[in-house]
């Protein structure tokens, strides 16, 4: 069979549907990844055929702009994210166009919730579909939704609206828009006003390990959810000497990095972060891509590095400090690293604050919280208290009895119902 997927988002975004689509390869089917650019390699890397999807935001916004985004306060806030909103329904036409082409000759789509001309292809080409979400951001009054935070004293109700709250919220931005697109480009009806299709030869699948947050009793029936399809880079991936040096020097390193969204992070907090490093002569691994970076001199126990697969350095450091994505989250768990979440958007604080609830980290530090105070507190706390690294180490054990992506290829050929 031919897989097509669209895989919207940041690299670590991406990793997943890459270690899913090398499995169906590996059991002989065909398999393309529409995706941005920054996927390209790394599809090239597992043999994976590539499409470039357009639209990437992170091309489409300055520095300037993302800046303004994430530090603007009050209704310079508000003008930054309506001008954000103008941006994405501008990159959305190419997004339609290129998602496609990418899905040409498809006989099953697989789809990121943020691949917003997924449902609709599915419907045009009468192909199954299943949309495949990494977070547990599916409608339940069992746990709060990820992206949309609601007051706990309202409890499931609560959930409820966080969740109606957060799938409506793109959707009706570019509802009008996907619309007419439907008409013009695909020849199909106008959609429900509160969902994006009619279609029901579509499925959910969750990839996010049901030992750290329960599969949801009132989920329908046909919902799926995995463990964490993870792509095992680091055995393709060669380190440089002065890595493995810097590693095998004294006590292990700590590491520090906020992956795709360094921009969000301004030197103030970047500069604040390594002096500390410096005054308690903390040995640390860092991204060189860290805002104002290159204007700080390094001593020879702090390292900034370019990119390094997860699955190759963190079982390597003593603890990870990190911005909350759920790929760096998972890479930490399973290595049994004791995390601490610096959170700054959506989903963040919610895995941040699962940290704590798990017994792994300190009280998560949100960007707009941080002090250097908060941070020397924090850090001090992540280091000295051996219970985190227990218990980290207990959620890995369970984890490495898991095989998210053996468990969703299985999920999704019986969803297709074709024999194994």
Known sequence: MRFSFICIGTYGDVV?????????????HEVIIGAHEHAKELCQKFSL????IGGDLAKHTS????????????LKKITAFFNVMRLLRK????????????????????????AFAGPHLAEFLKIPAIKMSLQPEILTSQHPSCLISMPKYLGKIGNLIGHFISQQFFWQIFRKKINQWRKSELNLSKTPFWRPTKYSNIKELVTFSPSLIKRPT????????????????????TPSKQLIQFLEEAEKPLYLGFGSLTEAFPSE??????EVFKEKKIKAIIPKNLPGL????????ILAVDYIPHDWLFPKVSAVIHHGGVGTLSAGLYAGKATWVMPCIVDQFFFGQKTFEWGIGPKPLPKVQFTKKRFEDGLKDLLRNTSYTKNALKLQKRLDQEDGTQEA???????LEVKL
């Open 16 to 28: 997943p549907y890459v270690a899913l689509g090398a499995k169906l390869r590996q059991e002989g």
């Open 49 to 52: 055929a590539y499409y470039p």
């Open 63 to 74: 520095k300037e702009e993302a800046k303004s985004l994430f530090e603007a306060k009050g």
């Open 91 to 114: 990159v959305l036409d190419i997004h339609l166009k290129d998602c496609r082409q990418a899905t040409i000759d498809a006989d099953v789509l697989i789809y990121h919730p943020a």
């Open 218 to 237: 009132d989920w329908h029936s046909s919902t799926g959810m995995v463990s964490f399809c993870r792509l095992k880079e680091g055995g393709r991936w």
């Open 269 to 274: 907090i970047v500069n604040t972060i390594i």
């Open 294 to 301: 290159e204007n700080i001199l390094l001593p020879e126990h």
């Open 409 to 415: 290829y299985q999920w999704i050929i019986q969803q």
